[in-house]
């Protein structure tokens, strides 16, 4: 079946730090989502990038479609910046898979 | 406006009970989904609406019954409900669907346990 693998699992930084997250997917996307979840659960929208590279403040986003892979940078870590992050592609059906998540901390 | 709102924020029900959770936007989306995210893991597709019909059941158990009054609300019913099905329900919704290329909003979700 199709998978969407996200790396690191888990990554700890001191606050000031910069990261790229990494999401790997096994079958061609239509689009591809990135959410920041916070501590109380909310999924918040970062990028919508099914190609390309966007940027929105501290962080950016690149999608190599034709290599099966999107990154996530970000810069300068605050607090506030932890929490999980997901990639979500969609495959041309109607839904998001989800993919593993990587767990950010920011250390003060 | 890109807002999903989901109440109750926290729900406690026994096994015997009957609940209901409430999704709205206002955003002229018309199709909504609902997801199933427990502890550490990412969310699950439960269900699909477009244009108030049912496109996707995700093979739920029938002791979730889904229900689109119109094309601002997803109501999920919940009946006869296991400790296992304890967990965070979250409620999305796009402007035509994700086929289309659409960008899919979250609400804040809904914390249910089960005694």
């Known amino acids: 079946g199709i998978q969407v693998e996200q790396s690191p699992p888990d990554l700890i930084l001191q606050e000031g730090a910069n990261s790229t997250l990494r999401c790997n997917f096994s079958?061609?996307?239509?689009?591809l989502q990135w959410f920041h979840q916070n501590p109380w659960g909310q999924l918040i929208n970062l990028f919508y990038?099914?190609?390309g590279t966007k940027q929105n403040g501290r962080l950016s986003a690149t999608t190599v479609a034709t290599e099966r892979y999107s990154l996530l940078y970000i810069s300068s870590s605050q607090t506030t910046d932890s929490g999980v992050y997901f990639c979500?592609?969609?495959?041309?059906?109607?839904?998001?898979?989800f993919g593993t998540g990587t767990r950010l901390t920011i250390i003060p | 406006d890109t807002e999903v709102t989901q109440t109750p924020k926290h729900l406690v029900m026994g096994m015997t009970n009957k609940k209901s959770l409430k999704c709205e936007q206002h955003?002229?989306?018309?199709?909504m989904y609902w997801y199933k995210q427990k502890a550490k893991k990412p969310p699950e597709l439960m269900f699909v609406?477009?244009?108030?019909?049912?496109?996707i059941n995700e093979s739920v158990p029938s002791r979730f019954s889904p229900e689109c009054p119109n094309s601002s609300l997803l109501n999920l019913h919940l009946h006869a409900l296991q400790p296992e099905d304890s967990a965070l329900y979250l409620c999305?919704?796009?402007?035509?669907?994700?086929?289309?290329?659409?960008?899919?909003?979250f609400g804040p979700g809904t914390r249910l346990t089960v005694l």
């Open positions: 609406y477009s244009y108030e019909k049912l496109s």
């Open positions: 079958d061609s996307v239509n689009n």
């Open positions: 999305a919704s796009s402007q035509d669907g994700l086929a289309a290329g659409d960008t899919q909003y």
């Open positions: 955003m002229g989306h018309r199709a």
């Open positions: 990038i099914p190609s």
């Open positions: 979500a592609p969609n495959f041309g059906n109607e839904k998001l898979t």
